[in-house]
């Protein structure tokens, strides 16, 4: 039996705030118990399990995040666990104008169980890339894949790989010269944790394999590395499969949007 308390103990204790080097032009500020990161093309919020204030205390930390992000003419998102406390935040973000999305499920998975030499179609080559070309490639690949703007991700990943290029890991697969599927495992040296990112494929070619592939690249990387566990939030499309690799659904996740007035 899989004991999903000990799994969830350990995304709690060390996967709730930011770890490592900060990517290049960004910075990571504390504001009582929670992390402001600035520089992104949004602010971003991470709170530990309980971000420590209720009642009016916490409709002031929520608001100076707020305002501190509309002053930069950004917005903000603020990430929430379904198991975080205290149980008053969602409505409190609400009320300061915050927006929820489509929850994510949180599974976690043992590199070693789920590492697998990648079975891809044929034709189908995995790179492993970098370079600033591929990185716009990759950019223009989640726009059409998710089908909202994504062409900043060229400019994130960029600046991950500026400050710390072995902490991450970003994959193309490609037909010819078309990306098909994208990938990417982030590092977090001093815990047992790589994130799996990104995973998007083209609707002509999704139930071919390739995400399945990515998934057992990573976990093999990551088993290479040392790193014990595999962190995903899931959409309701990759969750069955990665449930079938043998990840464990811990809880589920929801990021709370709060866009600039129009």
Avoid at 54 to 71: C, M, P
Avoid at 233 to 249: K, M, Q, T, V, Y
Wanted: glycine residues 8%; hydrophobic residues 45%.
């Amino acid at each position: 039996m899989v004991d999903t308390a000990a799994l969830l103990a350990a995304y709690d204790e060390q996967m709730r705030m930011a770890h490592g080097t900060v990517p290049s032009g960004m910075t990571y500020e504390y504001d009582g118990p929670i992390l402001r990161i600035v520089g992104a093309h949004v602010g971003r919020i991470r709170t530990p399990r309980d971000a420590g204030v209720r009642g009016v205390e916490l409709d002031r930390l929520i608001t100076r995040q707020r305002d501190y992000f509309q002053a930069r003419g950004q917005g903000v998102e603020w990430k929430l666990a379904a198991h975080d406390l205290p149980a008053e935040l969602p409505e409190r973000l609400v009320a300061a104008g915050f927006e929820p999305e489509q929850p994510s499920t949180v599974l976690l998975g043992h590199a070693e169980e789920v590492a697998a030499e990648p079975v891809l179609p044929d034709g189908v080559v995995l790179r492993q890339v970098s370079e600033a070309e591929d990185l716009r490639r990759f950019a223009d690949h989640q726009t059409e894949v998710i089908g909202t703007d994504c062409s900043w991700v060229a400019a994130d990943l960029g600046a991950r790989v500026a400050a710390a290029p072995g902490l991450i890991t970003i994959l193309v697969a490609e037909a010819g010269d078309q990306v098909v599927c994208t990938a990417i495992a982030t590092y977090y040296p001093g815990t047992d944790f790589v994130a799996l990112l990104g995973g998007a494929t083209l609707p002509e070619w999704q139930g071919r394999g390739l995400y399945r592939a990515m998934i057992a690249s990573r976990a093999r990387e990551a088993v290479a590395r040392g790193f014990r566990l595999l962190h995903v939030d899931a959409s309701p499309a990759s969750a069955p499969i990665l449930r079938r690799c043998g990840f464990h659904e811990i809880t589920t996740s929801t990021h709370y949007q709060w866009t600039l007035p129009q």
